[in-house]
């Protein structure tokens, strides 16, 4: 990626977050209508499971999830893109005790940003956490970010990162799940290389066009920003393959990967408004980090993986 288009990228996106430093957590941690923050719950399971002595969350936002990681033994740390939400951060762990300099800015592009703090540990984290942070860096740059998160791990340490379940759309019918049925299942461009002729080619045509209708393109509606900065949905929000980014933390050197979902939806989400409280009981009744269903039926997953000791 040319150092132009990253500036570019990572412009709109510190934009796009600007202004949600200080509503960030209450909109999506703390407010009724906001799902629960189960991924929270995991990470902290992980942690106490792990023992680990110290933590760096990349792409930390508001400390949405440091802040409710205030474990025995645990040292915090956490860096972000967005200036505002570093001051957010700095403000609330400030509250907890912890000094400014356990969140600094800094980007999961750049591999100075892991250890930008004077005091992080010298041997590296017993753990790396980076959530919601995937979705905005490019398909080429992914490797990078996950070879970053490993050298910031001491040996054997332990990393937890989420990601947008691209397989999601195969339950959702909407917008999402046309761009997997022709960009990622049926491959379209390499499909009509194969049509031998003319009327091959318009049967295809249609054929796609027929599949089009099965789907509502029109959901979920774009999401924009609160005021003249971009929206989530007007900057770069990609989903990720568990199977694939699974295969590029094997490349990397992880050792036991493995996938867990998380935010199961008990129907497809525009059915949601038919009966919003049962949905919403029974998609929470499904929250099952290890279900086979949550390839389909999660919209995000958390890729787990060890440091070779
Ligand atoms: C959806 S929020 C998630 C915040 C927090 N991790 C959480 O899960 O609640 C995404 C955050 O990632 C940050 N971010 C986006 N791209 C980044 C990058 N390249 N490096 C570091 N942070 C980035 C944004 O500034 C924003 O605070």
């Not at 920003?225 to 770069?236: I, K, N, Q, T």
């Given at each position: 990626m040319s150092k132009t288009a990253r500036s570019n990228l990572e412009a709109a996106i510190r934009r796009c977050y600007s202004t949600w430093g200080e509503r960030y957590y209450d909109d999506y941690y703390a407010s009724d209508s906001?799902?629960?923050?189960?991924?929270?719950?995991?990470?902290?399971?992980?942690?106490?499971?792990e023992a680990a002595g110290s933590l760096l969350d990349a792409g930390c936002g508001p400390a949405s999830m440091l802040r409710d990681l205030a474990l025995p033994g645990l040292e915090r740390y956490g860096f972000d893109m967005t200036p505002e939400m570093v001051d957010e951060a700095r403000r609330v762990l400030g509250d907890q005790g912890l000094p400014p300099e356990r969140v600094w800015q800094g980007s999961v592009l750049d591999a100075a940003a892991f250890a930008a703090s004077s005091d992080t540990p010298a041997g590296g984290f017993d753990a790396a956490i980076c959530f919601g942070v995937l979705p905005h860096i490019p398909t080429e740059a992914d490797a990078e970010v996950i070879a970053h998160l490993r050298d910031a791990l001491a040996p054997g340490g332990m990393v937890a990162v989420e990601a947008r379940n691209e397989l999601f759309g195969l339950f959702t019918l909407n917008r999402y799940s046309r761009e997997l049925f022709r960009d990622r299942l049926i491959r379209e461009e390499a499909l009509i290389e194969t049509a031998k002729t003319p009327s091959e080619r318009e049967a295809l045509r249609a054929a796609l066009e027929s599949l089009d209708a099965r789907f509502r393109t029109d959901l979920p509606p774009l999401r924009g920003?609160?005021?003249?900065?971009?929206?989530?949905?007007?900057?770069?929000s990609r989903t990720h393959n568990p199977f694939e980014l699974r295969a590029q933390a094997e490349a990397a050197g992880f050792e036991d990967?493995?996938?867990?979902?998380?935010?199961?939806?008990?129907?497809?989400?525009?059915?949601?408004?038919?009966?919003?409280?049962?949905?919403r009981r029974a998609s929470l009744a499904m929250e099952d980090p290890e279900d086979w269903r949550g390839h389909f039926m999660a919209s995000a997953f958390i890729l787990v993986a060890r440091k070779p000791g």
């Open positions: 906001a799902y629960p923050p189960i991924h929270t719950d995991i990470v902290r399971d992980l942690l106490q499971k920003g609160y005021a003249d900065e971009p929206g989530y949905d007007e900057v770069l990967v493995r996938t867990l979902f998380y935010h199961y939806h008990a129907l497809p989400p525009m059915l949601e408004a038919e009966s919003p409280a049962l949905f």
